[in-house]
Nanobody
């Protein structure tokens, strides 16, 4: 049983900060690259950031300098600290786990058991 549960979303004002959390369970967390994506209706899901168990981090250009990804391996949790939020950041944010660092770096999450998705958490910026 593999489960990724996101939390921390909500409605905020432009310029404010929000921290999203993703708790992973049911598998060896340290074996996966963790990533954040976001999606709005009618658009493709957009890769936001990835972090490896070793601490290596990558960001999409659209969020670089504003968003910070981090992890607490002891808690099997990955975070996305979002600062200076803009209305265009409004989306459903998804947590994902990918067993291949190469795929994760490309923003590609494979089907289970190679990769997994959470249910998402809505972030609305106005």
């Amino acid at each position: 049983h593999v489960q990724l549960v996101e939390s921390g979303g909500g409605s905020v004002q432009a310029g404010e900060s929000v921290r999203l959390s993703c708790v992973a369970s049911g598998y060896r967390y340290s074996s996966y690259c963790m990533a954040w994506f976001r999606q709005v209706p009618g658009k493709e899901r957009e890769w936001v950031s990835s972090i490896w168990p070793t601490g290596n981090i990558t960001y999409a250009d659209s969020v670089k300098g504003r968003f910070t990804i981090s992890q607490d391996n002891a808690k099997n949790t990955v975070y996305l600290q979002m600062a200076s939020l803009k209305p265009e950041d409004t989306a459903v944010y998804y947590c994902a786990a990918e067993g291949s660092g190469a795929y994760c770096a490309l923003g590609s999450i494979r089907n289970p058991p190679l990769g997994y998705w959470g249910q998402g958490t809505q972030v609305t910026v106005s």
